[in-house]
């Protein structure tokens, strides 16, 4: 260590590293340990009973080890300012002795290194020395092991490469192969030996031959491999598995060749593998077949394959193919109770927010699955299918009620698969609304109003009519008749104003269908006749419409359109319509000219008071037809001998006239033949102004030409002019004024009215879409 004296055992032992060629008493020095070679190598006088080495390996081998303990010593020397050494007192003349001797060897290594270091001391030596210090010294081994584990791990390859691998680091190597992307990577051909995990184009059609021709259950067993394989590529990261797959699916036309095989061929696979006939009749117990268990794995990863391959695709061309053919595979869904839900989840999706085809394909999938497992599967349907029913009518629009009129359709076809399990539902949905209905009667606050006057209570009572409708001739559900009748006049009555006349209309609409299809007789024709005494039709508009209104989409009127014409128009078309649609359907009965005393009374009222001559003439129309029913059914009446009492033969008396036809239901037929297809007219085009035919007023005013003296004349005026500009009545020329002339006053109020006509009516008119948020209550 530094700062010691160096003493004769060191120059000793430098004498002895230097006296290679002289000959002495062999000492085989690797058998000593280091405390022998330390205290009995050396005498008192300092000469040396070893004598001359003549292994010089030997020697460096030893001389070596001293330096490690002599360096292995200052770290410790380092380390014990912090630590307890309890030992030292013990052995102080021992330590001593070692501590001076290692110093006296470090000294002479120096000495060594200075002369011949690159031949004396390299790296094999000191891993040599350190693999024989475990036999020599194995109490020190064990300390080094404790304390300085990376000494003796030492690697003779890391310090050779060290250098050499900075080297490499430090420049970049390009990959020799890299691999381009190409869409013709499907057709080339490589020199390579192929991978038997690809699929190519001949795989794929190899096996569509076996598929096709026998009943093979490993090459189904392929094919579905290879579909999974396919969805693997274009999967997304978060639904990617980490199992390996059999198949790798490279290049867009391989992926089309697979899906396209498993679309026409996996399901006449899965048929003959099973042994089942091609056309079933019937529900066939699958878990009888024989190679039911074989199949069934198969079964549940295509299934769900499928099932994320319609969650991914967006295509509506693309989801109909798959729609299809999942309706082929509709028989094995039953069997797997972890992809029934998902999967009935994914197709109500699909049936409430697709496309018209998807919507179709999805309902028949629904109808498909539910029939075969009707009892474990149709309440759940069933309720799923409410919910999207309702949450896809909140909005209520021309583009949008040809799909909520088919999600009702459908709805209604569904309840009634089994009416015994539906009226648990019909009941909960129907006690729902009236609850809603009887919150708004006795708070009559606003929010409570809206919760009941939007689309989607509207829609429900029009679900719950059609159901009704549909299965009048059935027990089950007539009970729920009564209930659902006073919810839509409670209804009706909750707000009877002006602005809610049509959703008044929609209300009557369903009490009219629903009487016509169960045969009930529900007092229609108040509510009808009710709109004439809540509107002044008599007093002038304030604004001419250019379009007329069409109720069909609309639920609330803002204020501006109660001062339009064309709203008069369109409540007395709806009053027209719906009068001779009621009456129409009740023109067969006994009863019918008592019921409609009040009727031709309240109607010749409105007629003589009317001032105008076009609702004057339209409900005359009606007036004239009610008056000859009413005179055909008492003169048939009059001939009849039964008692009223004789329930049987009034039924008889009134299909026989039903079936004969009354004036009025002929007229009704006639003028419904022409308002269906004005209403296919206006659906297609309504937005083609021109094929109302609105009249417009222009004034003449005679064209003057400015007179040039100089210059040629224009005979063709440039086409910039605009044509609007010469029969305008604001043409007016700026370098003269205009003069007055007889009649101008009358003129005057007609340029207004051309004006007024013309003036875009939606300003300060609420849209029709806040209309549907009931926002503006009064």
Known sequence: MPGKPKGKKSEKVVNLTNGRGKKSNNVDLSALSVDEFMSSAFDESGDSDIGDVDNSDDLLDDITLSMNEDQHEEDLSIEGENEEQSDDDDDVGSHGSESHDEENAGSSVDDAEGSDNSNVFDDYTHKRSLERLRDTDPEFYKFLEQNDRKLLQFNVSDSENEDQDEEEDQIHKPIQDLEVASDESDFEVDDKPADERVVTLKMVKELEDKLHNSRSVDATRRAVKMFHSALRRVSSPQEEDTEPTEFVVEGSSVFNAVVQLCVLEIQPAFKRCLNLPSTLKGHVQLTRCKKWKKMKPLLILYLTDLLKFLGNVSSSQILAVLLKHLHQLAMFVPYFTRLRRPLLKRLVTLWGSGEETVRVVSFLCLLKITTNQQQALLEQVLKMMYLTFVRNCKFVSPSTLPSIQFMRRSLAE?????????????????????????????????????????????????????????????????????????????????????????????????????????????????????????????????????????????????????????????????????????????????????????????????????????????????????????????????????????????????????????????????????????????????????????????????????????????????????????????????????????????????????????????????????????????
Request: proline share 5%; charged share 25%.
């Open 414 to 778: 569904m309840f009634a698969l089994d009416e015994a399990a539906s009226y648990q539902h019909v009941f909960l949905y129907v006690r729902q609304l009236a609850i809603y209905l009887r919150t708004a009667i006795t708070l009559h606050k606003k929010e409570n109003i809206q919760a009941v006057y939007n689309w989607q209570f509207i829609q429900s009572l029009h679900l719950w009519t059609e159901i009704l409708g549909a299965t009048a001739h059935r027990p089950h559900l007539q009970p729920l008749l009564y209930p659902v009748v006073q919810i839509i006049i409670g209804t009706i009555k909750l707000v009877p104003t002006a602005q809610y006349y049509p959703l008044r209309f929609h209300c009557v609409q369903m009490l009219i269908q629903l009487s016509k299809q169960t045969g009930t007789f529900i007092p229609v024709l108040p509510f009808i006749l009710e709109v004439f005494s809540g509107f002044n039709f008599n007093k002038p508009h304030k604004k001419v419409s250019m379009k007329p209104l069409d109720f069909t989409c609309i639920l609330r009127l803002s204020k501006l359109q109660l001062q339009e014409n064309g709203f008069k128009d369109a409540v007395v078309e709806k009053v027209y319509q719906e009068l001779l649609e009621y009456l129409a359907s009740e023109s067969h009965t006994i009863s019918f000219p008592d019921m409609v005393v009040v009727t031709i009374m309240q109607l010749k009222k409105f007629v003589k008071e009317c001032k105008s001559a076009n609702y004057s003439r339209k409900l005359k129309q009606v007036l004239d037809k009610i008056e000859e029913n009413a005179r055909v059914i008492e003169t048939e009446r009059s001939k009849v001998s039964f008692p009223l009492s004789d329930r049987k033969a009034i039924d008889a008396w009134e299909t026989n006239l039903k079936l004969k036809g009354t004036p009025l239901a002929i007229f009704y037929e006639l003028w419904n033949k022409v308002n269906i297809q004005q209403m296919a007219k206006r659906a297609t085009d309504s937005d083609n102004l021109g094929e109302y035919h609105i009249p417009t007023l222009k004034k003449n005013v005679k064209r003057t030409h400015p007179q040039h003296d100089d210059g040629p004349v224009e005979l063709f005026p440039s086409s910039d002019e605009s044509d609007d500009e010469v029969g305008s009545p604001l043409s007016v020329s700026p370098n003269k004024k205009q003069r007055g002339t007889r009649g101008g006053k009358g003129r005057g109020k007609i340029q207004k009215v051309t004006l007024e006509s013309m003036e875009n009516t939606s300003d300060g008119e609420e849209d029709i879409v806040k209309d549907l948020k009931l926002s503006d209550i009064e």
